[in-house]
């Protein structure tokens, strides 16, 4: 443990220095200068202060409310060493944070008891700080433990999806990656856009629901079978209902409004506007926009700038405006999505 000693008389300094010593504390700074003083204490953790109260340029008093207003020093045991007959100062040296006070000409054996007792106060602060920042880490490595768990329940479970869709893995990478872009050129926080990223995978779960038969086909599908089709919106969302998740309830929102359309033509519910919550919006242009580009039983992939002109054509109408503004400003980062995560037959030029 560390003791700082302030004193402006050398004879009373040196003798507070082997007394706190004999006390047990080894480690014993001394400062003539309050000043000098206080400008250690903002870069070395002291365990105990001893501050005489006369001294020039700057009191006890002073000093005590210098000490407790650095950051390190709300805690530390602060030990005013006044006169028999100074009680105003005892009194103001409480108010300003003093812990506990030595009268002159001090007591040897009252020295000793009394840094002691501070000392193992001090220990036990510094064992319970300890025990906080290791229970403070414990709680972050859960944390970010569940964290990972939920992102792997998140990856399961799109993969599951994928194994019944004529999606691939590739186009569900480059949704969540794109929906991360337009999120971040709409100045979404952090935090949304991250999830966004994670949760926007499972925006198609519900396909787990539609018969292989419609899923596959080639051709163009019946009034029924669209109709059949539609439910995946409503089924990904019930699949997705209820959870305590901050990332699983936003894959039931994507997953439930990811058909919805501005103008309220869309599917299931027929919001329009911002009635469609933003993840929707956001991943509806993204989803769109990949599926365009990437080749189906029933369609061949378009050429990129073709799917480009689509959303723009049709902002104000299928698409939030903003949302399709976001997707263009971001156009040569999203490009280098499709680059990266390209799919196993490659995609249009």
């Keep these: 443990m560390k003791a700082l000693l302030i004193d402006d008389n050398p004879t009373n300094l040196f003798m507070l220095s082997k007394l706190v010593q004999n006390a047990g504390l080894a480690d014993v700074v001394s400062f003539k200068d309050p000043v000098a003083a206080l400008a250690e204490a903002k870069v070395v953790q002291f365990d105990i202060v001893l501050c005489d109260y ?16 650095l950051p390190d020093y709300a805690d530390v045991p602060i030990v005013m060493v006044t006169t028999v007959d100074q009680k105003q100062v005892c009194y103001d040296a409480l108010e300003a944070g003093a812990t506990d006070f030595l009268t002159k000409p001090v007591d040897m054996a009252e020295v000793k008891a009394r840094v002691r007792n501070l000392a193992s106060l001090r220990d036990m602060q510094n064992k319970m700080r300890d025990r906080a920042e290791w229970l403070s880490a414990e709680v972050r490595k859960a944390t970010y433990e569940m964290s990972l768990l939920e992102e792997e329940i998140i990856l399961r479970l799109s993969r599951a999806s994928e194994y019944r869709d004529s999606d691939t893995g590739a186009h569900v990478v480059r949704m969540a990656r794109t929906c991360r872009e337009i999120a971040e050129e709409l100045g979404m926080t952090n935090q949304f856009c991250r999830d966004i990223y994670l949760a926007a995978p499972m925006h198609d779960i519900g396909k787990i629901g539609v018969p292989d038969a419609i899923l596959r086909k080639p051709g163009a599908l019946t009034a029924d079978e669209r109709a059949l089709m539609q439910t995946h919106t409503a089924v990904g969302a019930s699949i997705l209902a209820g959870s305590d998740s901050r990332l ?47 080749p189906r039983p029933y369609k061949d992939a378009w050429p990129v700038q073709k799917a480009v002109d689509y959303l723009v054509e049709n902002a104000g109408t299928q698409f ?18 499709l680059e990266e995560q390209p799919d196993a037959g490659g995609l249009a030029a």
């Design 320 to 337: 939030d405006p903003k949302v399709v503004a976001a997707f263009q400003a971001r156009l040569h980062r999203i490009l280098r999505i």
């Design 248 to 294: 699983i309830r936003l894959a039931a929102e994507i997953a439930e409004t990811h058909h919805e359309r501005w103008n309220g033509s869309g599917y299931p519910r027929g919001l329009a506007g911002t009635m469609i919550p933003i993840s929707g919006r956001i991943a509806a242009a993204a989803d769109v926009f990949d599926a365009l580009v990437s």
């Design 54 to 69: 006369m001294m020039p340029g700057l009191d006890g008093l002073q000093v005590v409310k210098a000490l407790r207003a």
